[in-house]
């Protein structure tokens, strides 16, 4: 899988700005979470069963946000939503999913956790160029945070079907739920007020 | 149920002042949230249960804020952790147990979740006056969003033991988690940079 194939897609890259989140900070958000090594290979595993999947997924969690006028309006200028925006966004939110699974925590990671939260609120608009031109600002922060619901509920038919059985199928998706939270709790670091995050 | 057995509770007291998020705003974050109805019937089984049992959940919670001195240190002074200051907010911990199992989603249950904002951040040692002073002048958002998950997780065994069916006991920690993230959220208001909420 080449990043190029993805617009946009730049984790890793040189262009990713250091995080201003410390590793330590990162350590103790882990810690609220129950965060444990087990988590790591439920997330591993998972991403085995997401990741093919991905394409179906996504399709859910589209026809959700088009299902909600003030969700799609965050892709929309006032003549309609940019088709060529959400399926620009398409791409790197499938491999988001995959990401999410393989993640390291390592500076490389929280970095790009930081380069999201700012394409989510500073600079939501350049990365796509003109497919974004004429669509909001930046997306309200209440909506991403409460968007770790759907985007944990909705995997669950996806690990059941893996043929998994009940106690790994749970370890998955509780572990997906704590990544999810985890990485909004990170995104909320640029909408917060000096100092407050 | 009195009211003034609680220190500093103030739900529903013409005190409380008007929250600046409107119900239409609640009503698109409990949309993301796949609210329903559903939801509401599953949390009043739920606050059967946990009520009277909040003492026991309050133990397990405040064993786990014991255990972590980055949160621990919210209610400490530099000699150590305020006693009084962690009792006086222990109770009104237990009501919002029940309060999140009642709640009615109206203007007065919006108002107080503005309240708790406040006091999370803007006002934080001013509810507990002598009690809670020279602990640090607000909470960090990042420990707020993140206790989401162990303040779900933990009531887990809580609401399997009430004899419930699996499913009922899934319902009923699935709609825990939703009113949870869904007031996390609300929590967020204050923190955030001008309109980014």
């Given at each position: 899988?080449?990043?190029v194939?993805?617009?946009?897609?730049?984790y890793?890259?040189?262009?990713?700005?250091p995080?201003?989140?410390s590793?330590e900070?990162?350590?103790?958000?882990?810690s609220?979470?129950?965060?444990?090594?087990?988590d790591?290979?439920?997330?591993?595993r998972?991403?085995?069963?997401?990741?093919?999947?991905k394409?179906?997924?996504?399709?859910?969690?589209?026809g959700?946000?088009?299902?909600?006028?003030?969700?799609l309006?965050?892709?929309?200028?006032?003549?309609?939503?940019?088709?060529?925006?959400?399926?620009r966004?398409?791409?790197r939110?499938?491999?988001?999913?995959?990401?999410?699974?393989?993640?390291e925590?390592d500076?490389?990671?929280?970095d790009?956790?930081?380069?999201?939260?700012?394409?989510?609120?500073?600079?939501?608009?350049?990365t796509?160029?003109?497919a974004a031109?004429?669509?909001?600002?930046?997306?309200?922060w209440?909506?991403?945070?409460?968007?770790?619901?759907?985007?944990?509920?909705?995997?669950?038919?996806?690990?059941?079907q893996?043929?998994?059985?009940?106690?790994m199928?749970?370890?998955?998706h509780?572990?997906?739920?704590?990544?999810?939270?985890l990485?909004?709790?990170?995104?909320?670091?640029?909408?917060?007020?000096n100092?407050?995050?």
């Amino acid at each position: 899988m080449s990043q190029v194939e993805i617009p946009g897609y730049t984790y890793g890259q040189p262009s990713v700005q250091p995080s201003p989140v410390s590793m330590e900070d990162l350590e103790h958000i882990q810690s609220c979470l129950l965060w444990s090594d087990e988590d790591v290979q439920a997330l591993r595993r998972a991403g085995e069963i997401l990741g093919p999947r991905k394409e179906e997924i996504l399709d859910v969690w589209y026809g959700f946000v088009a299902s909600q006028p003030h969700l799609l309006a965050y892709f929309s200028r006032p003549d309609g939503p940019s088709q060529e925006y959400l399926q620009r966004v398409r791409a790197r939110f499938g491999r988001w999913i995959e990401d999410t699974c393989r993640a390291e925590y390592d500076q490389r990671w929280l970095d790009y956790q930081e380069e999201i939260a700012q394409r989510h609120f500073t600079r939501k608009n350049q990365t796509d160029g003109a497919a974004a031109e004429g669509t909001p600002p930046y997306i309200h922060w209440r909506y991403i945070n409460a968007l770790v619901y759907p985007i944990y509920a909705t995997v669950r038919p996806f690990l059941e079907q893996s043929g998994e059985p009940p106690e790994m199928v749970e370890k998955m998706h509780q572990a997906w739920l704590k990544a999810v939270l985890l990485q909004a709790t990170l995104w909320a670091r640029p909408y917060a007020k000096n100092e407050a995050w």
